[in-house]
């Protein structure tokens, strides 16, 4: 089942093209990811997918319903969470409040000022705060103030957040930016774990090539706003026109 679909989606900024008539489709369960060099449209084509952005032209289904005229919030709580490429947290809350913060907004459909005076009578909130805890294996860091954990653990936070809205797809941006090798590793680990037991679909834009190739059923290239290719991670090292717009013309 196609879980979500772009048909000639275009962005116009003034005289900019930032995306030329984008047709892509991603699979319900698939490990996507999108690659293409500093300028190519990656974060235009993030956007607008989740609502920052609105296209000049063109269309988004998701779940088989268009959502171009969608706000952010409302896409998010139809199914499509999106992480960003800073952790994006809120610092002096501890780990559990940042999950049950996001859980409660998905249960009410928007964040109540009186959630912390309630919040124990909220138990579905705490059922969901409770496994995506177990998931992302930050149990014991529950009651530490978001502020205080490590550069990774706030990242591996920001996941479970996203986690905690009850999403079908997550679309991952740059989750391992900024983290050492054994970060990366879990980081890889988690996301491949997201997809294997939760069955989740996961869209991820990474400029680890290792991660890309390593993690990825299909990977899109983006180049001047244009979709220049889709395939498989060995159809897209093999692929002419990928290695000598983004990849150098030397893939390993």
Avoid: C
Wanted: proline share 4%; net charge negative; glycine share 10%.
């Amino acid at each position: 089942m196609t879980l979500l679909e772009t048909e000639g989606l275009t962005k116009e900024f003034g005289g900019l093209r930032a995306l030329d008539g984008v047709d892509m489709a991603v699979e319900e369960g698939e490990l996507v990811s999108l690659i293409g060099p500093n300028g190519s449209g990656k974060s235009t084509l993030i956007n607008v997918i989740t609502g920052l952005l609105s296209p000049t032209d063109g269309d988004i289904h998701y779940g088989g319903q268009s959502i171009v005229d969608m706000s952010a919030h409302e896409i998010a709580q139809i199914g499509l969470s999106r992480t960003f490429q800073t952790a994006s947290i809120f610092p002096e809350r501890t780990v559990r409040e940042n999950l049950e913060i996001a859980a409660h907004a998905t249960e009410e459909g928007s964040f109540s000022v009186n959630f912390f005076r309630r919040r124990e009578d909220f138990d579905a909130v705490h059922a969901r705060t409770d496994d995506v805890l177990e998931v992302i294996e930050l149990e014991d860091e529950q009651d530490t103030t978001a502020e205080s954990l490590p550069y990774g653990d706030k990242r591996r936070l920001e996941v479970a957040i996203s986690l905690a809205t009850g999403p079908d797809m997550m679309l991952m941006d740059e989750p391992t930016a900024g983290m050492s090798p054994g970060e990366t590793d879990m980081t890889v680990e988690l996301i491949e774990g997201l997809q294997e037991d939760w069955g989740m679909t996961i869209f991820l834009v990474e400029h680890d090539m290792d991660v890309i190739f390593g993690v990825s059923d299909r990977i899109f290239v983006l180049n001047d706003g244009e979709l220049i290719a889709d395939g498989t991670p060995t159809e897209i090292r093999k692929d002419p026109v990928v290695r000598e717009a983004y990849l150098g013309g030397d893939v390993a």
